[in-house]
T-cell receptor, first 113, second 113 residues
Framework: DAGITQSPRHKVTETGTPVTLRCHQT?????MYWYRQDPGHGLRLIHY???????DKGEVSDGYSVSRSKTEDFLLTLESATSSQTSVYFC????????????FGPGTRLTVL | GDSVTQMEGPVTLSEEAFLTINCTYT??????LFWYVQYPGEGLQLLLK?????DKGSNKGFEATYRKETTSFHLEKGSVQVSDSAVYFC????????????FGKGTHLIIQP
């Protein structure tokens, strides 16, 4: 299994509070991704990173920001959480760009009350 | 843009039955195609992949063939087991950049003994 951990694994928070989710990898892969999984939608890309301090937006980036200061860590921040951001969040990594498979972490279940 | 369409289910089969989960796609260029499996409470695991037309991916008794002429990548297994019960996602990744995967909505498979 790819060495990917996510923390926390579960979190309950209130509307309007900031939340940061962490993804940590031990594979030294260049590319990292954040997805959210919602019933009826499959997985949708939030943000991705193609190197340290290099990030870009995905399909559903509104209300989220990311940072990557080290190869192994990719942080997802909800500046002011809303109930619509209740979801399961998955981090993924990829060794190469363009048409290569991705490996997923165990997920973080976030509930915003 | 890219898209993936698959039956959502739930699909309920008896043990030892033949399985087909249909997947069709729309993409620019020549995408790589993937099937991922998600067991309850877990992250996504790569099941199989194909990177060019007529390639057949296979793993754990599952197979899928990349059909460019019909833009399809149907998942098949000759004899399913109760342990195959899970959600199956068809996904693609187009060439040309570090973008993420495009997923179908997932098919929930239930195998009854």
């Amino acid at each position: 299994d790819a060495g990917i951990t996510q923390s926390p694994r579960h979190k309950v928070t209130e509307t309007g509070t900031p939340v940061t989710l962490r993804c940590h990898q031990t594979e030294n892969h260049r590319y990292m991704y954040w997805y959210r999984q919602d019933p009826g939608h499959g997985l949708r890309l939030i943000h991705y990173s193609y190197g340290v301090k290099d990030t870009d937006k995905g399909e559903v980036s509104d209300g989220y920001s990311v940072s990557r200061s080290k190869t192994e860590d990719f942080l997802l921040t909800l500046e002011s959480a809303t109930s619509s951001q209740t979801s399961v969040y998955f981090c993924a990594i990829s060794e190469r760009e363009s048409r290569d498979e991705q490996f997923f972490g165990p997920g973080t279940r976030l509930t915003v009350l | 843009g890219d898209s993936v369409t698959q039956m959502e289910g739930p699909v309920t089969l008896s043990e030892e039955a033949f399985l087909t989960i249909n997947c069709t796609y729309t993409a620019t260029g020549y995408p790589s195609l993937f099937w991922y499996v998600q067991y309850p409470g877990e992250g996504l695991q790569l099941l199989l992949k194909a990177t060019k037309a007529d390639d057949k991916g296979s793993n754990k008794g599952f197979e899928a063939t990349y059909r460019k002429e019909t833009t399809s990548f149907h998942l098949e297994k000759g004899s399913v087991q109760v342990s195959d019960s899970a959600v199956y996602f068809c996904a693609l990744r187009s060439g040309g950049g570090a973008d993420g995967l495009t997923f179908g909505k997932g098919t929930h498979l239930i195998i009854q003994p």
